[in-house]
């Protein structure tokens, strides 16, 4: 029989894979006790509302708990968690907004243009803190999402690649898109 010491040295994946197993609620508790804090600050950043973030935070575990069995291990489970937390919170917003944000698609033509380097633009590296936060509230949640992935989470291009299940081109010209939305609401604003 496991003890709570031992079932707290589990690794993530290890944990997920006895959850899934036994549908043991009390293992399911030592992973929400590891990501609670950090599934709510995801959520606050889209609801800005403690209570609506309090919510989300319930809504992500309870339909974590269903799916956990959908995670194959092709990524840590924390950046899985990500992925699942950041579709939950964009859809939450989309919903609320009723507002249907199309997909980007990625014009191939357009990724010639983006180099490999990570040469950051000095524009967007200079914006004003409390105007950028207002910037921020007026693109798109997929345009947050991914700039909040890159500069706030500290993603590499292959852990965002892993967490939206897109290329790597599509990813480096999804972040120069969102970048150049956010400089230009932000020029506006």
Excluded at 96 to 103: C, L
């Amino acid at each position: 029989m496991n003890t709570i010491e031992d079932i707290k040295s589990k690794s993530d994946e290890e944990l997920v894979g006895a959850i899934v197993e036994t549908n043991d609620t009390l293992l399911f508790e030592v992973l929400y006790d590891r990501y609670a804090t950090l599934v709510y600050n995801k959520c606050y950043g889209f609801a800005r509302d403690e209570d609506e973030a309090k919510d989300l935070t319930q809504d992500v575990f309870l339909k974590l708990f269903v799916k956990l069995a959908s995670f194959k291990g092709k990524s840590k489970f924390s950046t899985w968690l990500y992925a699942f937390t950041y579709n939950h919170c964009v859809n939450y917003v989309t919903r609320n907004t009723a507002k249907k944000i199309q997909k980007q698609s990625v014009d191939y033509k357009d990724v010639e243009n983006v180099s490999d380097s990570e040469i950051e633009d000095k524009e967007f590296l200079n914006m004003r803190v409390d105007k950028l936060k207002k910037a921020m509230e007026l693109i798109s949640p997929d345009e947050k999402m991914i700039l909040l992935l890159k500069y706030q989470d500290y993603l590499t291009i292959k852990e965002i690649v892993s967490v939206l299940g897109i290329g790597e081109s599509a990813v480096k010209m999804r972040i120069k898109r969102a970048k150049d939305k956010l400089i230009q609401v932000y020029s506006e604003y």
